[in-house]
């Protein structure tokens, strides 16, 4: 596929419009004081690593619908990434996903992925799922297991997964344990509390002292009644006691549902502890939706505390951001980059936000006018930002239309014939 | 397996306890007022399905950890089905799913499930997967879909259901479709429900004049958003449309989470319109955990309700008693024996609750002691009543010690090898 | 005050940028094949009720925290919905409460309301609390108390309200009732609901041909366990029972946290149910915070609905639109000028939404482009375009500066002192 | 009241058949090798202390039914906890409430509860409400405030609240504060955090060296959008900043609806953070209802957890126990009794686990044998356990029957006639 071709086709057709669109709103923000190019430079700076198991389908435990054309495999995902990353000029690195990237040639994939103009984020581990031939089961947990086997087993392979990522060119390990029980009773929860602080340390000393580690709380699923690491003040707790490496992971679905995850955010912020985020949106569950699907105002919200954190000048605040979602029912190669402009927005938005009278509100208690200062700016239409930024970068005006005009999924369909079909969980 | 000899021989070690424990609690009971006989009576009377995917392991999204031993088609499952039967005396009929349990040869089934005392309950038709081969996707819905072809298909895979159920002597067909929106937009409310009452309309027409249709609520998973069949308001509304064979199904995981879902089936009660339950519990979404395993007291309520419309003599009131749990870290055929002992637990203590006097403080609104006249039941340790139904139907006084006893698993993992492991859905 | 002044002045001062804004935006409508002057029409026939406690600092069980200024009658309240009416140029109606609203001067209220230019609309009746004197209380329910005599109470109590609507012009009857539950076995479900359903139908036999009445439901507070309307499916049940006069009155904050209000609204459109709203937004339980305040995607979704069922021409189509906030930390006449700015801004958005895309969309299940179709309409800066409405109506660009500027509440600080301090109801 | 007489009579009549019970029940734990004697001593030394306020009727924001004969000062309050004590045996000490409790004679009230056998648990400070004459308010927080003479006011009414409880023999301060905001934008969190971290500080300075001071958390209410302490992770890094003395009061309605807070509070105790509990129940947010009486058994594993960690010799593990409830439909003194009993039958049940076992399934992932050593203690009837240590103190055997046959209430209501009736907050 010839990117660079598609994307000067797509946007040739639209730029006049967009260049209307775009003076219009920089005159706008000028005129309430705000600075249209200081926003453009910020949104082109915006990095976000794209997930290696996000650019196939998803499935729920009732069953999965691939679609056509998806990648089979480590280095076809990677091509898929750097159409992502050439259409919205924001995805330069993937996060990979170890077994489910399942890698022998490291240097392989390495001269591919820098062919490609692509780097590595975060690793991530799994325990979650037992492999063919593995010598103990995962079934009842892992880095918290009862049995000192299936901890070595858990430990080793997230210090395996550190070599894959210093041979990449990684700086980070992401750690998500389905670790809990299901059944009251099933688990003494400071033993298993004990347990896993314990194999955390022993990835903790295997980490290089230029690598972090990001650990991750999630309230349940697969356990159903109780998980490990349940919560950030679980997660919190953990972090503190590894060390400076060491630092609380977000992922916007892990939070009880309805409850103000933004404060979450701004609490780790506080305290020196965030790793970065696992961006998503859920209405009922850890659903795995689109950035900004469901409620793109609290998405906004995320990234306003990001904002003035940045502005404010907090030490050490440098977080990761990473997408982890499921497309189930739509393709994921348009779903990420829907996803990549949902973030684009909800950034540009609290960008615009006028702090200082957000501050002078605040500090006088007039909260109307507070809450107005961050409504003026999210009722702000900045499309014609996102795209003006794209358009610097090289990168396409509509991502979704040149993507579709592309006809890269036939193509693919054609290249990538799928073997099987995988269904549900329950048979 | 010899399964009279193993429950004998398991008693033989428990009876004189028992006597002892029996004895105590009847003459409790007496000396309270209530009748130890007439609720044996009522829980000897007591029939649960036991739906055939429940003898399997199931699974999350995550993974699946299947254990030795599992069943391997429908002839094993019901096989399976006995041992649980046996053991508790209350489990005499399977309750079917098409197409998971392929059956080609019907009456070979039919024979089959004679000879080891089983009936069948209602049957499941799923059109929430596609099969192999299949002409058209349910990927975007089935009964509700946009596509005429779909719901054709769908409503076809309904009528073959029953003519399943007919052969074998089923007497219920039960519903539930996944259909659904993921994200705002995706569907039209009104036009999916249209298209859905449209098919359950011809579904219904199909129906054997003494057959029931159960339709099954849900307000979300595997569909994210939006559910056709969202809330007992929704299935209310539909049975209500289709006439007096059709009513509305309880599963206890699908209402909202802390929800009361006791006051939910006093109003399908109310309105002639429950049609029965599927039991589990849940704590965080629809867990599908044992039931009474996370809300013991509300599992009572529950039961409270029903044992107050059967005295009462509401009309038309008889609902059928189903299972539907996931088995992901129990044993399958002990977590549903266990299954059995909370369902009768629950429903012993209801029978316990002394009516008259809580109709009494309920009129005069003393709180306080309407309350506590409900909780005085639920504080009985019934167990000794459980056991002597269970004895009296010559079943285990202690099923699950009997059933560990017999070594049933472990002669059915050398006789049902496994060929495949199944792993989660995002791979 | 003179408020045409007031606004006038205000008004002056951003025209000519509210012109340039609005050029550009009614632009880009045109330039998107929509019609700014059709959403224009639309806006400015949107009207909507201010209940009259509306206008007074709300509290919670743990107190209140009054401002200055605040109307201390009926008469007072409506100079001060008369002011959000000229700002906004939107809500000509108040909606009473009675007894909140004591009036023994009923012919001077509507002599003075007609004076004001306001009218009324739908009458709350109030059975939750107990008055001064009253012979029976409502300390254990109204209208499915298990005493006749306070049942009677309640019922006589809904009529005479229906009396006050008559001589004041309203149209409609909207009856909440707190009656239910605060711990299992306190209520019979099933009685309680016979009891309520039977005074609803004695209120309904009193209303007149041309009236509605409303039945609003809610899961929560002040019962803790049950409430005896508690969900849209109880409501839907006995407006049907009720007739052709009684409807479903949809409270934003009665869902279920996190449920899906806007489905639930398009069944009750579906099923001719629909009354109206009672406007408000929620994070955590019946918060009665600013309309889209928490979720304005939301509050959008909402309106969505509202807009097809228009667009369609369902029959019988004609919903109330109310708010029903608690204004805590605001000031209420901000918080309500802010609110009607918020409902503008939704509606406009559900009215910019491109609905032939959307069902093209719908029918190819193209969910991505569906929801795009929403998101680009949410995502339009509609500002001008109310700005625009209520220019044309002779209200103010922009009414929060031009109260403020008007110094009301000073005013009204002189006019009204407060005798008391009422605090929370621990104490 | 002469409540020896009192009880002695009701004793009278219960104590044959008690003996009958208790035998009965004795043997069935030797039975099952326990020993009844060690959990009769437990149960013995069980205190728990009554809040001054909970001898009152509660109220919701929708009004307030105050019921005959309710104390109407501190006083009064301490002759009611007097009853509950010698009736119940178990609540020796009476947590007060400033300024609720308003002492200028506190000599006087140390010698009367003194005279009444009764001592002082933990005082509490409120900063939620503004009281007459107030220099600055709290309507916008208070140790968070924007402006420090608030927080400067807040910090010394604490310190006036520890000179109480000084006086009085109080060893601890319980602060909760209602700090938060209702509105996105209202609070920077991190500033208010740090601000409430300041004020804590002071208060913490001026704690007595033998003192504790517990800091409450809640997730929402009165304050609708975040609250500055709304987790147990922000309430541990408070407490952890503080040092030693401080530590984190878990209340059971302050854990995310249908939360894992068993979990946290096995958390706290891991992290030697838990000071201890406000006990209640809650359906579906901070309802105040009696303990137990919506999910008796997840009571019951939170008592499991405080079981295990004094078997397990958890260092400086003491845990308060307060009740916080808030009684709106039931007799609050009634309410009270059965709280206690409440609480005991969850502590015996608790008691009654077979460890042992537990950890021996636990270890080896016997997950359904491990579930069913608590379910087994779980449906043991420990009344007559809880009756028999009732007995050995002197306490009433049946303490509802004993406090309704002594005419208390009436006599009560003679001698204390109610002024005023408060309604709610909405006007």
Known sequence: MKWNEVIHESNSGLVTRHALDWESLAEQILHRGGSPEAVIDRLMELEIAVPSWGVCTGGTRFGRFPGPGEPRNVFEKLEDVQAIHLLTGSTPRVSLHIPWDRIDRLHDLKYHADSLGLGFDAVNSNTFEDQQ????????????????????????????????????????????????????????????????LDSYRRIYEALPSDWRVFIEHKPFEPACYSTVVADWGISYVIASALGKKAACLVDLGHTPIGGNVEQTVAMLIQARKLAGFHFNDCKYADDDLTAGSINPYQLFLVFVELVLAAEEGVPDFDPAYLIDQ??????????????????????????????????????????LMAELTLQEAFQTDVRPLIAEARRRKGAALNPLAAFRASGYRSLKAKERPQSEKTSGTFQ
Chains 1, 2, 3, 4 share one sequence.
Do not use: C, M
């Not at 995962?138 to 430990?155: E, I, M, Q, W």
């Not at 060119?169 to 009773?185: E, K, M, N, T």
């Open 133 to 196: 031939g593995q010598p103990v089961s995962y079934k009842f947990g892992s880095l918290s297991h009862t049995d000192k086997a299936v901890r070595d087993l858990a430990v080793q392979h997230n210090i395996e997964v550190i070599e894959v990522g210093k041979a990449l060119g990684s700086r980070a390990l992401s750690i998500w344990i389905a670790d809990g029980s299901s059944y009251p009773g099933q688990s003494h929860f400071r033993r298993a509390f004990e347990r896993a």
């Open 326 to 367: 499921s497309h189930n029912v739509k393709d994921p190669l348009e779903d990420l980059v829907q996803t990549v402009g949902n973030l684009q927005s909800a950034y540009a938005r609290a960008l615009l936000v006028d702090r200082e009278a957000l501050a002078r509100y605040q500090e006088s208690n007039d909260v």
